[in-house]
């Protein structure tokens, strides 16, 4: 790939398909230790004596260390190989896994949480994933990059799943003679190798430096696309805020204590609903061929939308556990195309700085509302949580379609004079 120009190779050529295929499986990868590493993080501090305070310390570390090393790689990307950057990345994540099990004291582990690759958040935050974003779309052709986005998000949901289920392997090792910390242990190890594992990955990518010049000199990393990804951050952040109010572990406690749901239950639901979810992001990639990325975002949204508010008022489980499913499979339809569009209207050098600033406020805003979700579920009205929720999301599809309707991305354009 040249690298001083964006390439618009032919998506069914032999070394477009092998760039994906490397950057799809370093997203496993990594997706797969995400997955493990966030349960197993709390249970091994739990294990050498820290309790609730200290452990949420160090979450906290965690989410400001990653939400700055996200908005720090957005500034410096343009300037710089994105390729040598995502190696760094995945050596990060190796230190990490190692750095871990050898801090000895609390001071140590917050220090490597603050500046190590641990995302304790939902949804995926991290200096990989605007590197990512912008390899993408540098590698295909407009028309193909919100089907690319699609099968990294389908690929990056079903690894993160996998690896949740891989974080009850310390109980297994434990039933080979491992002691509960040494198998702990074990999974940062395991955490570290798949670093080397995306690193090795990440290698074998073309090179690709996003500003043309061979020697970019430091300019802010958004230009003339900063105003668009001002108003798309603000209204992605309200999008956040608004889904904090109904997060899985809410949804949960609210069935438990409405209905009488059972665990084993409960866990059969939401591991259907995870399933719906991840096999609408290629769905979602087909509907904004026909309908476009603004409109998928927010007629994907709206209907999503009133399922919860319904589900929220209805008294009926079988209704509920229904709405709630058809929910699943519309409410993060806009995760693909969301990711394609900001891509798409900002100018190629502005890529890593647009996929980091709208991601990062968007993180923040979700960490607020939960708080406020329970005290609300401990309220006469349990389900008021779910109706802000749903209220809050229309208002931001409204506000979305009603500001960007004209903005095309440039496959839209060509399609629609």
Not at 42 to 62: K, M, S
């Amino acid at each position: 790939m040249d690298a001083n120009r964006d390439p618009t190779l032919d998506p069914t050529s032999t070394k477009l398909h092998r760039d994906l295929v490397r950057l799809y499986a370093a997203r496993a990868a990594r997706g797969f230790g995400d997955g493990f590493a966030v349960i197993v993080l709390p249970a091994y501090l739990a294990e050498l004596g820290y309790g609730a305070y200290q452990i949420g310390l160090v979450a906290t570390a965690a989410l400001i260390g990653t939400a700055a090393e996200t908005l720090a790689v957005g500034l410096v990307a343009a300037r710089h190989d994105l390729r040598r950057l995502l190696v760094l990345g995945a050596i990060l994540i190796v230190a990490t896994g190692a750095g871990l099990p050898l801090a000895g004291n609390l001071a140590l582990i917050v220090v490597v949480a603050a500046f190590g690759s641990m995302n304790p958040a939902t949804g995926d935050l991290g200096l990989l994933v605007p590197l990512e974003h912008s390899m993408i779309a540098s590698l295909v052709p407009d028309h193909d990059r919100t089907r690319a986005f699609a099968h990294y998000s389908l690929v990056g949901a079903m690894a993160t799943a996998a690896g949740a289920l891989a974080a009850a392997a310390p109980d297994l090792l434990t039933a080979y003679g491992l002691t509960k910390s040494a198998a702990l242990v074990t999974m940062f190890y395991l955490y570290a190798a798949l670093g080397l594992v995306a690193a090795a990955l990440y290698l074998g990518l073309p090179r690709a430096q996003l500003d043309g010049r061979a020697a970019a000199p430091a300019a802010a990393s958004l230009g003339p696309s900063r105003g668009i990804v001002y108003k798309l951050a603000a209204l992605f952040s309200l999008d956040a805020f608004a889904g904090g109010f109904a997060v899985q572990a809410l949804v949960a406690l609210w069935l438990f204590e409405t209905f009488d749901l059972s665990l084993t239950a409960t866990s059969l639901f939401f591991f259907w609903s995870n399933v719906l979810t991840a096999f609408s992001y290629p769905v979602a990639a087909r509907l904004a061929r026909r309908i476009g990325l603004v409109n998928t975002m927010v007629f994907t949204h709206i209907p999503s939308s009133l399922c919860l508010i319904v589900a929220a008022l209805s008294s009926n489980l079988g209704v509920v556990l229904a709405l709630l499913l058809i929910r699943s499979a519309l409410s993060q339809m806009d995760v693909p195309t969301r990711t394609s569009y900001v891509m798409a209207v900002v100018t190629p050098p502005e890529r890593p700085a647009a996929a980091s600033f709208t991601a990062v406020p968007r993180s923040l805003a979700s960490a607020v509302s939960p708080s406020i979700a329970g005290a609300l579920l401990a309220g006469p009205f349990a389900a008021l949580p779910f109706v802000i929720c749903g209220t809050l999301k229309i208002v931001y599809d409204l506000a979305l379609l009603f500001t960007f309707r004209h903005a095309k991305p440039p496959e839209e354009r060509a399609d629609r004079p």
